[in-house]
């Protein structure tokens, strides 16, 4: 059974970091790729960035600069060092991996207070 499981999330004041961690389990061998996608209340989930096998990323234009991904193969973990937040990254971020199909997390809070 594939799990994802996130931790890192909490409040943070605007300017301030976190870092998103994501742990799969229940996987053989590599993932094909694995991201973070946010999603607030009323709004459609939408994505935050994504590191393929061979550590190519894409990131959403509102986070680039701020954002950084990155993973650990041999552990199947992605992060997400988030600098420089905003009040507007304040959402519901959620973990992805590709492993055949599509696999979510539960989801992790992240609050940026102004």
């Known amino acids: 059974q594939v799990q994802l499981v996130e931790s890192g999330g909490g409040l943070v004041q605007a300017g301030g970091s976190l870092r998103l961690s994501c742990a799969a389990s229940g996987i053989s061998g590599s993932i094909n790729a694995m991201g973070w996608y946010r999603q607030v209340p009323g709004k459609q989930r939408e994505l935050v960035a994504t590191?393929?096998?061979?550590?190519?990323?894409n990131y959403a234009d509102s986070v680039k600069g701020r954002f950084t991904i990155s993973r650990d193969n041999a552990k199947n973990t992605v992060y997400l060092q988030m600098n420089s937040l905003k009040p507007e990254d304040t959402a519901v971020y959620y973990c992805?991996?590709?492993w055949g199909r599509g696999f979510w997390g539960q989801g992790t809070q992240v609050t940026v207070s102004s």
């Open positions: 590191i393929t096998s061979g550590l190519t990323t």
């Open positions: 992805w991996a590709y």
